[in-house]
């Protein structure tokens, strides 16, 4: 496979106040792949995932030192914010539709970004729907609330708003931790269909999940990257101690 | 617990007894309320509804559709104050709820938390003042400036009761709508800047519609306060004898100051007609209170779905 850059991080250090949480990130993000980062509660990996669409900045007391280039753009100095997130979607640990219709919540990004009419909307959000695998499970249902379905079902509609918008790169932030093992894997099928179309970044606490989904993982402990490398070599050939201690189970 | 001791039992049923005496003391104390309600719903009624029945019965089309109060002609029409109150009430939410909303939104969303240290102990303040000193602030300068460019000359008017009401319901609709913004999960702000949004976009696509059934009771309540005030809108409604207001401008009798003007000096049928009045005025606010109810109950099923 090859790898071709899509974001690049450079000496990147990240502090909640006094805290640390990110201690000098170097790392290349490549495009059409899945990546997944891994690693115990509190090692950084969410914190990271949300520097690359900067939803940090909503936190406050944060402050960041270092640089993210997105295709060679630099996404804090060059970029703002609202044009850098309709690029790089998220979808969050816990689903999270809007309480509307079905439809309206796929409708949501289009709409602020200026786009309704009815016919062009009705498009995307078919189209969006059926890339996420959901469209023949609530076709029927499109103007009933969202928080009407299941968790599996939510969290594909999730994806499907995150894909309205048309974005190049799609942030899971442990999309599958409250779900059932059947939601689950169809979320992981989902993850490795998508990826022939975006670029997936993908927080777990669940390391066969990335085993069974990624092309490469970044180990991640107490904010430092470990160990990134193609994800075969990572679990069958860990070049560090502590990666493959986490990797046998034997902490974390 | 395998036996039961001598000891334990006693214990037990001292224990028992004092869970009875507590038991009763609670049903005792939530019982005044009840019962408070249906002695004055009785008595309300059976004093109000009186002059329509039997010998000499007023008729109760004209009393709910008259245009004139002359207790001194026998006159007691009291349509032109339902017309004047409702439209004192509409004109108070259709200037509060908007200023009142964007307060709110200002508070929970986007002022910095110094600004915000000085805007809530002011609406705070505000609750708080009592109605006879807004009706005196009325009379004193809303009233005179109203004084200075109506067209009749005259400052007490329905304009001056609206501006009044506005102020006073501003505290309910504010607190109320500012903690449903604030119970609104964060997850939902997230999602929508996820996808791009940017904070006005968040605030009003996402946060104050989830936070619409809130608003929504925080609304009937401001219905609720405006329709009954009585003091304030007492001392600078103007208070005319007949006929429905024309403008903004025109002096209005509220229901609730027909009351409150010559409670202490009727008698006989001109206070049952007082009476009947107050009877009109508790269908209204009952009506207010069932809207409510349905508003919060509709609103726990959404929440509790999620």
Redesign the interface.
């Known amino acids: 496979m090859k790898n071709e850059t899509k974001f690049s991080v450079k000496d990147l250090n990240l502090y909640y106040g006094n805290f640390q949480a990110l201690k000098n990130i170097n790392m290349e993000l490549y495009k059409g792949q899945i990546t997944a980062f891994i690693g115990p509660s509190g090692c950084g990996k969410s914190t990271f995932l949300k520097t690359i669409n900067r939803m940090n900045d909503l936190v406050e007391g944060v402050k960041i030192s270092g640089n993210i280039t997105m295709d060679g753009v630099d996404i804090y100095q060059d970029m703002d914010a609202i044009t850098l997130r309709t690029r790089v979607g998220m979808v969050f640990q816990q689903p999270n539709p809007f309480p509307m219709s079905i439809y309206d919540n796929v409708a949501y990004g289009p709409r602020i970004h200026g786009i309704h009419k009815k016919s062009v909307l009705d498009e995307i959000v078919e189209k969006s729907l059926k890339q996420a695998a959901i469209w023949d499970e609530v076709k029927d249902k499109l103007k009933k609330s969202a928080l009407a379905v299941s968790g599996g079902q939510q969290q594909r509609i999730c994806i499907a708003r995150t894909l309205a918008i048309e974005p190049e790169v799609i942030l899971m932030d442990e999309p599958t931790s409250a779900l059932d093992p059947i939601s689950t894997l169809k979320i992981e099928d989902l993850a490795t269909e998508l990826k022939k179309d975006y670029t997936i970044i993908i927080v777990t606490h669940n390391m066969q999940q990335a085993g069974r989904i990624s092309d490469k993982t970044a180990f991640f402990l107490t904010g430092e990257v470990i160990e990134y490398d193609d994800t075969e070599q990572i679990f069958n050939f860990p070049k560090n101690k502590k990666t493959e201690d986490y990797i046998t189970g034997r902490f974390g | 617990m395998k036996h039961v001791g001598k000891n334990e039992m006693v214990a037990k049923q001292q224990k028992d007894y004092k869970e009875k005496v507590f038991h009763f003391i609670f049903l005792f104390s939530a019982l005044i309320s009840v019962l408070s309600v249906i002695a004055i719903i009785a008595f309300v009624f059976s004093k109000g509804l009186k002059p329509f029945f039997g010998e000499n019965s007023y008729s109760f089309l004209d009393f709910i559709t008259g245009l004139k109060w002359d207790p001194g002609t026998e006159s007691y029409g009291i349509f032109y104050m339902i017309v004047g109150s409702v439209l004192a009430t509409l004109g108070a939410i259709a200037l509060g709820v908007p200023i009142g909303l964007l307060t709110a939104v200002f508070i929970a969303e986007i002022a910095p938390k110094k600004i915000v240290a000085i805007i809530r102990p002011a609406i705070e303040l505000l609750a708080g003042i009592p109605s006879v000193i807004y009706g005196a602030f009325g009379l004193g300068v809303i009233v005179q400036l109203i004084k200075k460019v109506s067209p009749t000359g005259q400052g007490e008017s329905l304009l001056a009761v609206i501006c009044v009401l506005t102020i006073m319901i501003l505290p309910t609709i504010i607190t109320l709508s500012e903690s449903s913004l604030r119970a609104v999960?964060k997850?939902?702000?997230?999602?929508?800047?996820?996808?791009?949004?940017?904070k006005i976009?968040t605030i009003f696509?996402?946060v104050v519609?989830?936070a619409r059934s809130g608003i929504l009771s925080a609304t009937v309540l401001g219905i609720g306060r405006a329709m009954g005030e009585t003091m304030a809108v007492m001392m600078i409604a103007g208070n005319n004898i007949g006929g429905l207001p024309k403008s903004i401008w025109s002096k209005i009798r509220p229901l609730t100051s027909n009351i409150s003007m010559e409670m202490s000096y009727a008698s006989g049928r001109h206070q049952d007609m007082l009476f009947a009045t107050g009877v009109v005025l508790f269908l209204f606010i009952l009506v207010i209170n069932m809207v409510l109810i349905k508003i919060t109950s509709k609103m726990g099923n959404?929440n509790s779905?999620?």
């Open positions: 999960p997850s939902y702000r997230e999602a929508s800047y996820g996808l791009g949004a940017s976009q696509k996402t519609p989830a959404a779905k999620k």
